[in-house]
């Protein structure tokens, strides 16, 4: 099994910074979702520059900020900071999370879980359902196989489910783990699965057209 690998944050600077400080559509029902749910106990699992950390601690939520990269966390920190939220932080891995058996209400990882092969991502999904509440939900994403990632064979196969991107930038040789509806039924099935669906973005860079597919899972810990 190789180590997870998060972003290189240092990098992501600009026009791109806007980018990944506006949170995901998503996360806008999730809110609702918890709240309405009597949730307060919130891990941002792969805060980043702290989209969502700082949307739900605006909203009540007691965040628990999580990133390998220490400049994500360190920008994140700023950031709440600057909005008057007090927010816990960690750095650490995600294959080993550093928080007590049933802790928290929720947790959201929004294209984060990937970030290593198959048997790390087995030991990922232990580790949600180890730190989660009974009753508690998570929600996730993960790349699809029928992604174009997953196709291109420029990028080397890690096991028969991961390759490394080698594209220059922040996720440079960062490896991205991807899956289909079968897989996620048995990758998942310690919890119960309350939804998945699949959502694909389409994006142009110079005359090429780009099909990205994400699976969207929400799950809930029953036992």
């Known amino acids: 099994m190789i180590k997870s690998k998060g972003w290189e944050w240092q990098l992501v600077e600009g026009d791109s910074v806007q980018y990944w400080k506006t949170p995901s559509i998503e996360s806008y029902y999730l809110l609702s979702r918890w709240r309405d749910s009597g949730f307060t106990e919130f891990l941002d699992l792969g805060c980043g520059l702290g989209r969502h950390s700082v949307l739900f601690g605006k909203n009540g939520f007691h965040v628990h900020a999580f990133d390998i990269s220490e400049?994500?966390?360190?920008?994140?920190?700023?950031?709440?900071?600057?909005?008057?939220l007090g927010l816990d932080y960690k750095i650490g891995d995600m294959l080993n999370l550093s928080y007590s058996d049933n802790q928290f209400d929720c947790?959201?990882?929004?294209?984060?879980?990937?970030h290593t092969d198959t048997e790390g991502v087995k030991k990922i999904i232990k580790e949600l359902y180890r730190v989660l509440k009974k009753g508690g939900e998570c929600y996730l994403t993960l790349a699809?196989?029928?992604?174009?990632?997953?196709?291109?064979?420029?990028?080397?196969m890690v096991d028969e489910n991961t390759r490394l991107r080698m594209e220059e930038g922040p996720e440079f040789k960062v490896p991205h783990f991807y899956a289909d509806y079968s897989l996620i039924k048995s990758l998942f099935s310690i919890f119960c699965i309350e939804n998945i669906y699949q959502v694909v973005d389409?994006?142009?860079?110079?005359?090429?057209?780009?099909?990205s597919f994400h699976y969207h899972i929400l799950v809930r810990k029953t036992q």
């Open 107 to 114: 947790i959201y990882c929004r294209n984060v879980i990937s």
């Open 71 to 84: 400049d994500a966390v360190r920008r994140t920190r700023v950031w709440a900071e600057s909005e008057n």
């Open 202 to 211: 389409y994006y142009e860079k110079g005359k090429k057209v780009f099909d």
């Open 144 to 156: 699809s196989k029928e992604t174009w990632g997953f196709k291109n064979t420029d990028w080397p």
